[in-house]
T-cell receptor, first 112, second 113 residues
Framework: EAGVAQSPRYKIIEKRQSVAFWCNPI?????LYWYQQILGQGPKLLIQ????????DSQLPKDRFSAERLKGVDSTLKIQPAKLEDSAVYLC??????????FGQGTRLTVV | AQSVSQHNHHVILSEAASLELGCNYSYGGTVNLFWYVQYPGQHLQLLLKYFSGDPLVKGIKGFEAEFIKSKFSFNLRKPSVQWSDTAEYFC???????????FGKGTKLSVKP
């Protein structure tokens, strides 16, 4: 079974630049999550989609972060403009519903 | 507010030693609990989960966890660790209707051969 695919694996940008991450969930998984994992901390939910609708984006910094899930499959997460404190690993996960979530390998973002 | 806390930041053990990693949760109602593991350079993987029923849950690779409602705890255990268990372990809870996970800060386990 193919897992959750994310790209790129690594990204280095300067502050105030923009960046986008891409996620392809496991086929058939209606629920998609984006998490932010800052070094030394556990993953923190940014946004949750159910098909192409947003279920929870209460912790998404909407002044600079945006996400979309077109056609209820792939998703992109964008940061514009980036700040130093956005340096983290961005994890995408998908699931059939409540319960077991499958995670991608993440995108490690460094903002300098 | 819902939260999950893990007691230990870094645990160092020798092979064959027994392991117990602490996890406490704070939820108002029904809660589902999980342990995830992240091996070096790999993605997060589910070790085990508790939804209801038998409070002693067995997972992959010889791991188990016990849900103790009176203590709001869900500690992870393994009777004899191996060098290959070196990884970071995350406790997580899902107490809402949305199904999203709230993670603890993680415990890094280093097993010396």
């Amino acid at each position: 079974e193919a897992g959750v695919a994310q790209s790129p694996r690594y990204k280095i940008i300067e502050k105030r630049q923009s960046v986008a991450f891409w996620c392809n969930p496991i086929s058939g998984h209606a629920t998609l999550y984006w998490y932010q994992q800052i070094l030394g901390q556990g993953p923190k939910l940014l946004i949750q989609f159910q098909n192409n609708g947003v279920v929870d984006d209460s912790q998404l910094p909407k002044d600079r972060f945006s996400a979309e899930r077109l056609k209820g499959v792939d998703s992109t997460l964008k940061i514009q403009p980036a700040k130093l404190e956005d340096s983290a690993v961005y994890l995408c996960a998908s699931s059939l519903g409540q319960g077991k979530a499958f995670f991608g390998q993440g995108t490690r973002l460094t903002v300098v | 507010a819902q939260s999950v806390s893990q007691h230990n930041h870094h645990v160092i053990l020798s092979e064959a030693a027994s392991l117990e990693l602490g996890c406490n949760y704070s939820y108002g109602g029904t809660v589902n609990l999980f342990w995830y593991v992240q091996y070096p350079g790999q993605h997060l993987q589910l070790l085990l989960k508790y939804f209801s029923g038998d409070p002693l849950v067995k997972g992959i690779k010889g791991f188990e966890a016990e849900f103790i409602k009176s203590k709001f705890s869900f500690n992870l255990r393994k009777p004899s660790v191996q060098w290959s268990d070196t990884a970071e372990y995350f406790c997580a809870g899902d107490g809402g209707s949305q199904g999203n996970l709230i993670f603890g800060k993680g415990t890094k386990l280093s097993v010396k051969p």
